[in-house]
């Protein structure tokens, strides 16, 4: 069954130091997304990409966040200058051409600032 | 402005026994509901979606969903609970019709089924 991939699952920075996570979303979906759990809260919505730019995005997503779609099959997270705050976990998704669909989350990955 | 509410962070019930996890939602317009769960160290994995139709919804594991416009509900039910059902459970909404838009996700209610 296909899946969404993400690394690394666990990734270690200093505070102030970029960071890029990375995402294989599932091959033929269109659509894409990025989301942070803190520790022991709750799933949060950072951003939606579509047709090679964000759809949305929430209030966390300032101008620290960027995402990217390099190439044919990888999303990917920036930090420019990490905070303490921004250690959780960040969960990747996609979703296929149609509306109103499931979106497929990877493993995540387990950032943390020190 | 969508919301979901789980009003329970912890369920336990007994292996074998049904079990229920609890939520409401809050939407503007028709609600599109789901149901993830969240095993340690894992992502979020898909268990059943309610779009429109019947208000009972089928999801994996033998898991299912009833929907209640009145109450604004979406309670995951399961008649015979298995101790790997121990997990976080998410429900989450959309209403809005354009694809692309972003799930809200409620606090998560932690299942625990006792052997």
């Known amino acids: 069954e296909p899946e969404v991939t993400q690394t690394p699952s666990h990734q270690v920075t200093q505070m102030g130091q970029e960071v890029i996570l990375r995402c294989v979303p599932i091959?033929?979906?269109?659509?894409f997304y990025w989301y942070r759990q803190i520790l022991g809260q709750k799933v949060e919505f950072l951003v939606s990409f579509y047709n090679n730019e964000i759809s949305e995005k929430s209030e966390i997503f300032d101008d620290q966040f960027s995402v990217e779609r390099p190439d044919g099959s990888n999303f990917t997270l920036k930090i420019r200058s990490t905070k303490l705050e921004d250690s959780a976990m960040y969960f990747c998704a996609s979703s296929p051409g149609s509306p109103m669909v499931i979106q497929y989350f990877g493993a995540g990955t387990r950032l943390s600032v020190l | 402005a969508q919301s979901v509410a789980q009003p329970e962070d912890q369920v336990n019930v007994a292996e074998g026994n049904p079990l229920t996890v609890k939520c409401t939602y809050s939407?503007?317009?028709?609600?599109?509901l789901f149901w993830y769960v969240q095993y340690p160290n894992r992502g979020l994995q898909f268990l059943l979606k309610y779009i429109t139709g019947d208000n009972l919804v089928k999801g994996s594991y033998g898991f299912e969903a009833e929907f209640n416009k009145s109450q604004t509900s979406f309670h995951l039910k399961k008649p015979s609970a298995l101790v790997s059902d121990s997990a976080l459970y998410f429900c989450a909404v959309r209403d809005d019709p354009n694809y692309g838009q972003n799930f809200v996700f409620g606090p998560g209610t932690r299942l625990s089924v006792l052997p």
């Open positions: 091959s033929n979906h269109l659509y």
């Open positions: 939407v503007s317009g028709n609600p599109y």
